[in-house]
Each structure stands twice: as C-alpha cells, then as structure tokens.
Antibody, heavy 124, light 109 residues
Framework: QVQLQESGPGPVKPSQTLSLTCSVS??????????WSWIRQVPGKGLEWIGC???????YHNPSLKSRVAISVDTSKNQFSLKLSSVTAADSAVYYC????????????????WGPGTLVTVSS | SVLTQPPSVSAAPGQKVTISCSGS????????VSWFQQLPGAAPKLLIY???QRSSGIPARFSGSKSGTSATLGISGLQTGDEADYYC???????????FGGGTKLTVL
C-alpha cells in the first residue's frame, strides 16, 4: 500500500526558505516508473502544481515558481524534498506530495497517491 | 487557471451532473485529462485518468470523456457524499508543466 507523508519544521518567516520532506512507504522511489510531485493549495482556493522529480534526478517545475523552487530526492531514505526560497505570505498554503505518472509523448499526467497535506504558514 | 471549469454545479440526489473542463488547443488538443475529487478537509483523490479510465475502486457512476479541447466528468446517481470540489488536470507540453482547472464545487441539493 503506497503511502506518502509530508513533514516540515513549521511556520516560516517571510524571505526565508520553506523546506518540506515527503516520506514514501509501500513502494521504492528508485523502482522507477513514477515521478514524485509537490502540489499546493491556498485554503479555499484551487490546486497549484509546483514541480516533480524522477528517481534519477530529472525535474520539472512550474514556470511561475521555477526560480525559487528546488526539488531533490534521497533514494536511500525513500524521500523527496521541496525547498521554496524567498517566501512571502502568498506562499502560505497546504502543501501536498503525490506520486505521479507522466507520459510526455502522450501529455498524460496524473496523481494516483497523495499525502494528507501539511499547512505551512508564512508569518513574521 | 489554464483550464476552465464552472465554479459550481448542483443537482438533486439520484440525478446526473456533468462538469466541464476546457482549454486552449495547444494544451488540450492532444492531451489526456485527469479528474480529482476533494472532499472537505481531505486531500484530492484520483477519479479518472487518461480522459476516461477510472482509477482503482472508483464506481462506474463516475465517467470521463474528452472531445476536442474540452473534457467532461459525469457523475450519475448522485449521493450526498459526492458533495466535493472537483478538479481537472493535464500536462502542458509546450511549457513542460502540470496544470489544473480552477475547480468546481458540486452541491447535491
């Protein structure tokens, strides 16, 4: 049974870097076949895809966030991580990690397993 | 949002409702669309992928279709438990980015 769980240090101050980790169980990230995504949702608003990573380190990012986003993977711990720099109050959101399937040639992209999400608040 | 959904739809229990998702031809023209259900206070859940494939455990009351630059989620035999937000998503091959619709709130009257 595939399970994902987000974790992070809690509130973040403006201009600092938001750091989150997603721990994956039930499947090995390095088994391949899936990308591992970060998605966020401002409370009461819609979903925003942040980016994803393959076990090999290949990444894709939302162009609107790309300059501030870094996604990494640690296959030894079966985890992947998100760093979002220079945060503002607008980055306050529930952050989800999810397993995704991406077929570039078909332009097929979907998320079949999600973590419960973690609320990150940016406040001084 | 890159993909356009109606903000809200409503129907009575037992009825059928459809939710549309449209986009530009460059994004939706040759893409596969997925659909997600988000119950209040919960993480989204995959309902439909590749336009019309139901995810594991999803009842046949949920269906998906796509024609041209529009995709549609259908929910028949509506139940009060179907009240949720529904999102469509796909891959923008020109920007190599995932995109979502703005979401549709379903009310079962």
């Amino acid at each position: 049974q595939v399970q994902l769980q987000e974790s992070g240090p809690g509130p973040v101050k403006p201009s600092q870097t938001l750091s989150l980790t997603c721990s994956v169980s039930g499947v090995s990230i390095k088994s391949g076949g899936h990308y591992w995504s970060w998605i966020r949702q401002v409370p009461g608003k819609g979903l925003e895809w942040i980016g994803c990573i393959y076990y090999s380190g290949t990444t894709y990012h939302n162009p609107s966030l790309k300059s501030r986003v870094a996604i990494s993977v640690d296959t030894s711990k079966n985890q992947f991580s998100l760093k979002l720099s220079s945060v503002t109050a607008a980055d306050s959101a529930v952050y989800y990690c999810a397993r995704s399937l991406l077929r570039l040639l078909d332009r097929s992209f979907y998320f079949d397993h999600w973590g419960p999400g973690t609320l990150v608040t940016v406040s001084s | 949002s890159v993909l356009t959904q109606p903000p809200s739809v409503s129907a009575a229990p037992g009825q059928k409702v459809t939710i549309s998702c449209s986009g530009s031809s460059s994004i939706m023209g040759n893409n596969y669309v997925s659909w997600f259900q988000q119950l209040p206070g919960a993480a989204p859940k995959l309902l439909i992928y590749d336009n019309n494939q139901r995810s594991s455990g999803i009842p046949a009351r949920f269906s998906g279709s796509k024609s041209g630059t529009s995709a549609t989620l259908g929910i028949s035999g509506l139940q009060t438990g179907d009240e949720a937000d529904y999102y469509c998503g796909t891959w923008d091959g020109s920007l190599n980015t995932g995109v979502f619709g703005g979401g549709t709130k379903l009310t079962v009257l």
